[in-house]
């Protein structure tokens, strides 16, 4: 990111993820989030229609904290519309509050230093220390639900506690209106279930997570049984969660693996993927924490990860992103950006085991279909879509430029599975539609270098349909940078990355943008999609600069 002036008075956000759209009293809204710089921000646009069905954006606000229950938002990813009209989000990369403090203020062994100077803290050590105290951790890893109250434009913000607090990338809600998936986008990740108490109303329910076992003799088609994490509701776990003196001490007791290579009686294995975590068992070094959960519920719907490990749900996934759901077949589909780490056999990332999953690795990802029963809980899952690094691939292309790559948000809509790549293994990701009858694939859209594309779906304004996404962070690394080190977050930027000129500003801001408008009948339930003779217009001159208004985001 930059900053157009020392004072960082006029700060840009080149990272839009999702639009989501709403008529409330005849005005049509889009509300989209940030993913960064931190704190992350909402932002509401009021849109016009002209008779040709060409949207246009009136104003641009920020979505306000209107209450002390929110106190700020974190690493906002993708999120969808849920069945009521609001706007669902994820806030990712949590804290681990197990060290105290953030992951991007210094959550590494060794990296204190330099998490004070991204905090502007400097050398300042009571002002760091002060920070600490009054730091809320366990308030962030929640899903933040954005509602329009009125015609004109007030909203209202709460961050949904009862949904698990993980690396949430989305979560999408069932056509009963009371189950809820969600998605935990890092290493060791659980796919989460919660079952409100009642249709539409999230403050209080069940929270499971997924077990995983391997059909006989088959490394990629699993039977899906659901493990009880908790019971809870939003009122006592908001009180909990904004208490600057919650702590991981409160919720567990922690030892090390005794040295024959197991926890103590009355602990029990939980596989944390970071590497202060990394103990020697038996000549070999694994991620493994031994705990024990203090009574209170609490800790599964906090520290949900680590309670699932403890529980037996599988916490082996690596980089669970998008979740999407088909009303014709009754199935989720989810996507894994690459086949590692915990998904491999006897990884070090499995921890103490069980080792659930034991897929072959594939660093192009896959989607898998989840089928669902008539209560809409998974019961089996399968891969039906994978990407290759063995045919038609290049220097700058790792993968083939016919499949895949590093799938990452998913949209279902009229037999077509839309997915978003988000990776360095094609020069230019694309937005792919998998058409579920015929099995072909399609590109729909590509991205400049270094870009991704997100928040793709299927919105409705002015009684026209539109596909919706969202471009980010266009021209941010070179062909083959990679992260500094394993556990830096591919976002992060160098100190001083700036814009050459005012071109390559422009190009290096944040997109959002639509295709369409497309026909109703042309996305009746039972139709194909069809975008031929719908091109997209590129806009330009004060066009354009309305259409990357929509992404700047200004100081406060």
């Given at each position: 990111?930059?900053s157009?002036d020392?004072?960082?008075?006029?700060?840009?956000?080149?990272?839009?993820d999702?639009p989501?759209f709403a008529e409330?009293g005849g005005?049509?809204?889009m509300v989209?989030?940030?993913?960064?710089?931190?704190?992350?921000?909402?932002?509401?646009?009021?849109?016009t229609a002209?008779?040709?069905?060409?949207l246009?954006?009136?104003?641009?606000?920020?979505?306000?904290?209107?209450?002390?229950?929110?106190?700020?938002?974190?690493f906002l990813?993708r999120?969808e519309?849920?069945?009521?009209?609001?706007h669902?989000?994820?806030?990712?990369y949590?804290?681990?509050c197990?060290?105290?403090?953030?992951?991007?203020?210094?959550?590494?062994?060794?990296?204190?230093?330099?998490g004070?100077?991204?905090?502007?803290?400097g050398a300042?050590?009571?002002n760091?220390?002060?920070?600490?105290?009054?730091?809320?951790?366990?308030?962030y890893?929640?899903?933040?639900?954005?509602?329009?109250?009125?015609?004109?434009?007030?909203?209202?913000?709460?961050?949904?506690?009862?949904?698990?607090?993980?690396?949430?990338e989305t979560?999408?809600?069932?056509?009963d209106?009371?189950?809820?998936?969600?998605?935990d986008?890092?290493s060791s990740?659980?796919l989460?279930k919660?079952?409100?108490?009642?249709p539409a109303?999230?403050?209080?329910?069940?929270?499971?997570?997924?077990?995983?076992?391997?059909?006989?003799g088959?490394?990629?088609?699993?039977?899906?049984?659901?493990v009880?994490?908790g019971?809870?509701?939003?009122?006592?776990l908001?009180a909990?969660a904004?208490?600057?003196?919650?702590?991981f001490?409160?919720m567990?007791?922690?030892?090390?693996?005794?040295?024959?290579?197991t926890?103590?009686?009355g602990?029990?294995?939980a596989?944390?993927?970071f590497?202060?975590?990394?103990?020697?068992?038996?000549?070999?070094?694994?991620?493994?924490?031994?705990?024990?959960?203090?009574?209170?519920m609490?800790?599964?719907?906090?520290?949900?990860?680590?309670?699932?490990?403890?529980?037996?749900?599988?916490?082996e996934?690596?980089?669970?992103?998008?979740?999407?759901?088909?009303?014709?077949?009754?199935r989720?589909?989810?996507?894994?950006?690459?086949v590692?780490k915990?998904?491999?056999?006897?990884?070090?990332?499995?921890?103490?085991?069980?080792?659930?999953?034991?897929?072959?690795?594939?660093?192009?990802?896959?989607?898998?279909?989840l089928?669902?029963?008539?209560?809409?809980s998974?019961?089996?899952?399968?891969v039906?879509?994978?990407?290759?690094?063995?045919t038609?691939t290049?220097?700058?292309?790792?993968?083939?430029?016919?499949?895949?790559?590093?799938?990452?948000?998913?949209?279902?809509?009229?037999?077509?599975?839309?997915?978003?790549?988000?990776?360095?293994r094609?020069?230019?990701?694309?937005?792919?539609?998998?058409n579920?009858?015929?099995?072909?694939l399609?590109r729909?859209?590509?991205t400049?270098?270094?870009?991704?594309?997100?928040?793709?779906?299927?919105?409705f304004?002015?009684?026209?349909?539109?596909l919706?996404?969202?471009?980010?962070h266009?021209?941010?690394?070179?062909?083959g940078?990679e992260p500094?080190?394993k556990d830096?977050?591919p976002?992060?930027?160098?100190?001083g990355?700036?814009?050459a000129?005012?071109?390559q500003?422009?190009?290096?801001?944040?997109y959002?943008?639509?295709?369409?408008?497309?026909?109703?009948?042309?996305v009746?339930?039972?139709?194909?999609?069809?975008?031929?003779?719908?091109?997209l217009?590129?806009?330009?001159?004060?066009?354009?600069?309305q259409v990357?208004?929509?992404?700047?985001?200004?100081?406060?």
């Amino acid at each position: 990111m930059w900053s157009k002036d020392a004072s960082l008075a006029d700060l840009y956000s080149n990272a839009p993820d999702i639009p989501t759209f709403a008529e409330v009293g005849g005005t049509i809204f889009m509300v989209n989030h940030f993913e960064y710089p931190q704190p992350a921000a909402a932002y509401l646009s009021t849109i016009t229609a002209n008779d040709n069905g060409d949207l246009s954006v009136i104003n641009t606000a920020h979505v306000p904290d209107n209450s002390s229950r929110v106190q700020g938002l974190w690493f906002l990813c993708r999120g969808e519309k849920t069945p009521w009209g609001t706007h669902l989000g994820a806030e990712e990369y949590p804290p681990d509050c197990l060290q105290e403090f953030a992951r991007y203020y210094g959550l590494y062994t060794g990296a204190e230093k330099a998490g004070q100077g991204a905090m502007a803290f400097g050398a300042n050590a009571t002002n760091l220390a002060r920070f600490k105290e009054l730091f809320s951790c366990y308030n962030y890893g929640a899903s933040p639900e954005v509602g329009i109250t009125s015609p004109d434009g007030s909203t209202n913000v709460i961050k949904w506690r009862t949904l698990g607090r993980i690396s949430h990338e989305t979560a999408v809600v069932m056509p009963d209106n009371r189950t809820i998936y969600s998605s935990d986008d890092g290493s060791s990740g659980v796919l989460l279930k919660f079952v409100a108490d009642r249709p539409a109303e999230l403050s209080s329910g069940s929270l499971f997570g997924g077990m995983f076992k391997n059909k006989q003799g088959k490394r990629d088609e699993f039977d899906i049984e659901w493990v009880l994490l908790g019971k809870g509701s939003q009122a006592e776990l908001e009180a909990i969660a904004l208490n600057p003196s919650t702590r991981f001490s409160s919720m567990f007791e922690a030892v090390n693996v005794t040295s024959d290579g197991t926890c103590p009686e009355g602990f029990y294995p939980a596989n944390t993927p970071f590497s202060s975590f990394k103990q020697k068992v038996k000549g070999k070094s694994i991620y493994v924490e031994c705990l024990k959960v203090k009574p209170g519920m609490a800790a599964a719907f906090l520290e949900t990860r680590r309670v699932a490990a403890i529980k037996g749900a599988t916490t082996e996934w690596e980089k669970l992103e998008g979740i999407t759901y088909d009303p014709h077949r009754n199935r989720l589909y989810i996507a894994l950006t690459s086949v590692d780490k915990g998904m491999l056999e006897a990884n070090a990332y499995d921890g103490l085991g069980p080792d659930h999953l034991r897929f072959n690795p594939n660093p192009c990802g896959i989607v898998m279909a989840l089928e669902l029963d008539s209560a809409f809980s998974a019961t089996q899952g399968t891969v039906i879509v994978a990407g290759n690094n063995k045919t038609n691939t290049d220097k700058a292309n790792k993968c083939d430029v016919n499949a895949i790559a590093g799938p990452d948000n998913l949209f279902y809509a009229n037999h077509n599975l839309f997915i978003a790549e988000d990776t360095s293994r094609h020069a230019n990701n694309f937005l792919w539609a998998y058409n579920l009858k015929t099995g072909t694939l399609s590109r729909i859209l590509s991205t400049p270098v270094g870009a991704e594309v997100t928040g793709q779906r299927l919105s409705f304004a002015a009684g026209r349909a539109y596909l919706t996404w969202a471009i980010q962070h266009p021209m941010e690394t070179e062909e083959g940078q990679e992260p500094a080190d394993k556990d830096q977050h591919p976002m992060e930027k160098e100190e001083g990355q700036e814009p050459a000129d005012k071109d390559q500003e422009m190009a290096m801001r944040g997109y959002v943008g639509y295709l369409g408008p497309l026909p109703l009948e042309a996305v009746a339930p039972d139709a194909a999609l069809n975008f031929a003779g719908h091109a997209l217009s590129v806009p330009s001159g004060s066009a354009q600069e309305q259409v990357l208004g929509a992404s700047k985001v200004c100081a406060a």
